[in-house]
């Protein structure tokens, strides 16, 4: 089969690698869209969480069941299948506390110890397959649909912690995918104002399209701007959709009382990570604090009830499509923001 192949850090090529082996409590997926994500950029780039190589990329999948192990019977050929990125234990301290993106013992990770979608098949071990990330596509929903679950599953679990309810203000930083699709979910949610930042004019300009009150260029003092737009308040929730340190700085400070800043966005393992910001102005407002990491099977089954509602523009989420044999253009579209979500079409 033919697969995109990590073999160093920027080194990536399609090339031919035999078809993985179907062994008893296994499923192999044909892999019919597998979205390329901002993580993928940081193991591409710098290894990060990838430590074997040669590997193959891709938490983002959709596909199609083509062959069904002995003991793998809850699935069957034909089904069609999302799959994310954590496989918890579900029996440690942090899995029986519901956070199971943050699993102490994490049995796999799609796409970054276990082999991903950048590939025409990818094999669901018995891990995946018996308690990972993996839910049934809706009828009414395309593959490339279904691979944005896993994004839209990481906003679902990011606006859920931050405590999003109806009527609270917003305020997203970083208009990419992730931002685009918080500006949708949280106007699904209620939200009262919203108001979205960006530095590139560009994808502010693709983030229109989704709705948001407000749209700010973040340039020098472009907090102080969004923060007027409450007329002083600030927002109850606060998304930093980008793996920006000065980002998250200036997100802590547009915080209203008793708002919530969601850090959302990881640094590259090795690049800093220090933010600082007067813990005063925190103490006085009452605000919180916090970063929320992927997400759960439940998270990505609530993404893809979004996506079959119809109500999250997927058509202008989905920028860029590339064969397998185009990954180094693939990769080169995500590297330099050209358009929102890159789909490989394996
Ligand atoms: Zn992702
Ligand atoms: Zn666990």
Do not use: W
Not at 59 to 73: L, R, S
């Amino acid at each position: 089969m033919k697969a995109a192949v990590l073999d160093a850090p920027k080194k990536i090529s399609a090339k031919e690698v035999p078809m993985p082996t179907v062994t008893d409590n296994t499923v192999l997926l044909r892999v019919k869209a597998c979205g390329i994500c901002g993580s993928d950029m940081k193991f591409y780039n710098y290894g990060d969480r990838v430590k074997k190589f040669p590997h193959i990329l891709g938490h983002e999948v959709a596909g199609e069941v083509v062959e069904v192990g002995k003991g793998a019977g809850k699935f069957s050929v034909g089904d069609r299948l999302a799959v994310a990125n954590e496989i918890p234990c579900k029996s440690c301290p942090s899995c029986r506390r519901g956070f199971e993106s943050v699993c102490d013992n994490i049995l796999g990770v799609v796409g970054v110890s276990v082999n991903g979608g950048f590939a025409e098949y990818m094999l669901m071990n018995e891990d995946l397959v018996r308690q990972g990330p993996v839910n049934r596509m809706p009828d009414n929903i395309s593959f490339e649909e279904g691979a944005l679950a896993e994004p839209l599953g990481c906003v679902v679990n990011g606006l859920e912690f931050a405590n999003m309810e109806e009527g609270k203000d917003v305020l997203v930083i970083g208009t990419g995918p992730i931002g685009c699709m918080a500006i949708s979910l949280a106007r699904i949610l209620g939200a009262s104002k919203i108001t979205a930042a960006d530095k590139n004019p560009m994808r502010l300009d693709m983030a229109r399209a989704f709705g948001a009150d407000h749209y700010i260029y973040a340039e020098n003092e472009y907090i102080s701007e969004a923060i007027g737009v409450t007329n002083g308040k600030g927002y109850d929730v606060v998304m930093s959709a980008c793996s920006d340190i000065s980002a998250h700085q200036n997100a802590i400070m547009a915080s209203a009382k008793g708002g919530f800043v969601n850090l959302f966005g990881g640094v590259a393992k090795g690049l800093p990570d220090t933010v600082s910001f007067p813990s005063n102005f925190i103490h006085y407002r009452q605000s919180a604090i916090g970063g929320s990491f992927s997400q759960t099977k439940d998270h990505h089954g609530k993404a893809l009830k979004y996506l079959a509602s119809g109500m999250i523009k997927t058509k202008k989420i989905i920028t860029h499509r590339f064969a397998l044999d185009e990954i180094e253009m693939a990769m080169e579209a995500v590297q330099n923001a050209k358009g929102l979500k890159v789909m490989l079409i394996p």
